[in-house]
């Protein structure tokens, strides 16, 4: 350290010890990388607040110019404008020399830079994303000379500070673009008192080295004037950065027709500013790979040694940054608990993953649900409407215009708003839109609202039958495949067990919906909703199950085969048969056959050969009657091995003719 620095440290060291608190100031410092965690503890450690101030300073004093610099802005930003003052004349003098720092290759004029606008350090663990940082720096070119904001948006815990801080370690950016300066500020959620502290303390910074002291402003507006007249003599080509906004109210304070960078998870928080707008989304996961390179440096082991629990967790992270940094941290604290995290992941028990001193989120479910309690009391509702969603899945906008009772463009501007607030995805397919949550979202909202699941895919269910009454949706509507997919979803999940068996035991809906995906999802339905659909007897499912099974390869041809006359074929004592004898008896001038010494079978046996893709001519039974030979209108032969075989002679016998 400078020994004018060093000087000033020591003649302030009274005022310092008295006042501060040291808490948020190590914190500041841990983030810029000058302070270790092994430091902060052996602080902590000591007895009162006054000291626990003298170890700060006495290990400060061992540091670099770095540490001075770092100390001084982490007073300012923690309100200690008095205390700031009284070191501003140490600040050591910006080096303007090219040499490439030892550490991490950036010159020395970026470090200095960066240090001196309070930009944030890389982070003790940090992985390269180079495409969304050259995006951003991109963006920021973009600017020119002209007054313009930049907002890098996204979800929570995407990355977006670390990305744009990364951005920012450019000499040639800076040099080029920025010879002013860069000046960052972290605003998060505030009210106008809060507003008017960080603006107070960013003019403060910026008059650092002003002969004439100024007293802070004493409104907004007037913080605003200043800032303006500050950005505009002074730092003239400078960047402002802004980190983690949440209200567009909040930018009219900075609207100085100067350059602006945003950090936020709603897309929208620029509209109520003027000036040349551009964006950069960063997407919501990381690959695959990036994640175990995340645990590995954390962890201080080889991607290759890593347990075989690494990328479970991974996938259970859905690729979320703060999620795996959050479980990375405490792997490094605690390195036999890789299985105990990844059941904490998978039973969505958010609030046992707490964080290291050095996170903004004391555990994952705040880091979720702050942008949640943002929205207000309606828009919360309609979110919360969200959690039956199945995973995966692209929603039409009809479907919650059906859920909500509103019309498209209603429905469209409620989920505009959660899109910009980086709460939902959209896809725009043409002229259709499509919604989806991340799965960390889903996951979060589905135990957030645990206790009203059922009453949710309730609700759905009904809004369905008010709407579609006793008819049932057709191909050309835009809802009509969500409908046939995760209708018996929603019925299940509302534990509606007479509509969820009047549904899956209706021919009527098995024949529409094995028409469009074909049998095989019908099927995994009677397995999955088996409890519900068996509570008073499995016998129905069995029969509805067992018809799709035998005929699975007849309900996936073009045309399509009556239904009806497919279920006559099945015994008379199975509901399947009952339903279709209904249907024929009530349909006028259809013609159907039915079997008629059915009775003298007990069963039909499974026959399950890859048929033959058209009428079957001929067939004949092997001399021990354990292989059939078949073939038919499409020029096979096929040979199968048969179990049963007298049965299935019977029932060739009666279904047509044989030639043997």
């Not at 982070?123 to 991109?138: E, G, H, M, S, Y």
């Not at 973009?142 to 313009?148: E, I, K, R, S």
């Not at 300066?181 to 603006?199: E, N, P, R, T």
């Not at 495949?481 to 209706?506: I, R, T, V």
């Amino acid at each position: 350290m400078d020994a004018k620095s060093r000087n000033y440290l020591l003649m302030n060291r009274q005022a310092l010890e008295r006042d501060i608190k040291t808490s948020y100031i190590m914190d500041r410092m841990i983030s810029d990388e000058i302070l270790t965690l092994q430091e902060e503890e052996k602080v902590k450690q000591q007895n009162t607040q006054k000291e626990r101030a003298a170890m700060l300073i006495n290990i400060i004093l061992e540091k670099d110019n770095n540490s001075y610099r770092s100390f001084y802005n982490a007073l300012l930003h923690e309100g200690y404008r008095d205390l700031a003052a009284l070191l501003q004349d140490g600040i050591p003098a910006i080096s303007s020399g090219n040499g490439k720092s030892s550490m991490d290759g950036m010159t020395s004029y970026v470090k200095t830079i960066l240090c001196e606008g309070g930009v944030p350090q890389r982070p003790v663990v940090f992985v390269t994303r180079p495409k969304l940082v050259d995006a951003i720096k991109q963006k920021l070119c973009c600017l020119g000379n002209d007054p313009g904001w930049v907002t890098v948006y996204g979800m929570a815990g995407c990355g977006k500070t670390v990305l744009t801080a990364e951005a920012l370690r450019d000499h040639q950016l800076l040099e080029d673009y920025f010879p002013g300066g860069v000046h960052w500020i972290s605003v998060g959620k505030q009210d106008k008192a809060g507003l008017l502290i960080k603006l107070q303390n960013l003019c403060s910074r910026l008059e650092h080295d002003s002969t004439l002291s100024q007293r802070p402003p004493l409104n907004i507006e007037e913080a605003k004037d200043r800032l303006r007249l500050l950005m505009l003599r002074k730092y003239p080509r400078s960047l402002l950065i802004l980190d983690d906004i949440w209200d567009s109210w909040v930018l009219k304070a900075f609207d100085n027709q100067c350059q602006v960078l945003i950090t936020s998870r709603d897309r929208s928080v620029t509209d109520a500013v003027a000036g040349n707008k551009y964006e950069v989304h960063v997407e919501s996961g990381l690959a695959h790979e990036k994640g175990l390179e995340i645990l590995s440096l954390f962890v201080n082991m080889k991607i290759s040694e890593l347990p075989e629990q690494a990328n479970c967790l991974v996938r259970e992270c859905k690729g979320s940054p703060l999620v795996i940094s959050l479980i990375g941290a405490l792997l490094r604290d605690f390195p036999s608990r890789w299985e105990y995290y990844l059941k904490q992941l998978q039973n969505k028990q958010f609030k046992r993953i707490r964080k290291s001193s050095s996170y903004d989120y004391e555990a994952l479910d705040e880091a979720m649900s702050i942008s949640v309690e943002q929205l207000n009391d309606n828009y919360k509702d309609y979110y919360k409407d969200l959690s039956i969603l199945p995973k995966d899945v692209k929603v039409p906008t009809k479907v919650l215009c059906i859920l909500w009772d509103m019309e498209t463009e209603e429905v469209e501007d409620i989920l505009q708003e959660f899109v910009n607030k980086s709460l939902l995805f959209c896809d725009r397919n043409g002229k259709s839109f499509h919604y989806y949550l991340h799965d960390l979202q889903l996951d979060f909202l589905t135990e957030k609202n645990r206790n009203q699941l059922q009453e949710l895919h309730k609700n759905i269910v009904n809004q369905y039958k008010k709407h579609y009454k006793l008819n049932t949706p057709v191909p050309s509507q835009e809802d009509c495949m969500y409908w046939y997919n995760f209708l018996a979803y929603h019925m299940a999940g509302a534990n509606m067990q007479k509509e969820l068996c009047d549904l899956m035991f209706s021919l009527d809906w098995i024949k529409a919906k094995t028409e469009l995906v074909g049998p095989a999802h019908l099927i995994h339905e009677y397995v999955e909703y088996s409890s519900i659909l068996d509570q008073k007897d499995s016998t129905v499912r069995e029969n509805f199950q067992e018809f799709l099974s035998l005929n699975g390869h007849l309900l996936g041809r073009q045309p399509f085969p009556d239904i009806v006359q497919l279920g006559l074929c099945q015994p008379e004592t199975s509901e399947v048969y009952q339903q279709a004898k209904l249907h024929a008896q009530r349909e006028r001038g259809a013609f159907y056959l039915e079997w008629i010494n059915k009775k003298s079978l007990k069963n039909l046996y499974r026959l399950v050969v890859r048929p033959h893709r058209d009428a079957v001519y001929h067939a004949c039974f092997s001399k021990d009657r354990q292989r059939i030979a078949s073939c038919g209108a499409d020029k096979t032969l096929q040979q199968s091995a048969w179990r049963g075989a007298s049965q299935l002679s019977r029932k060739l016998a009666i279904s047509q003719t044989v030639t043997w």
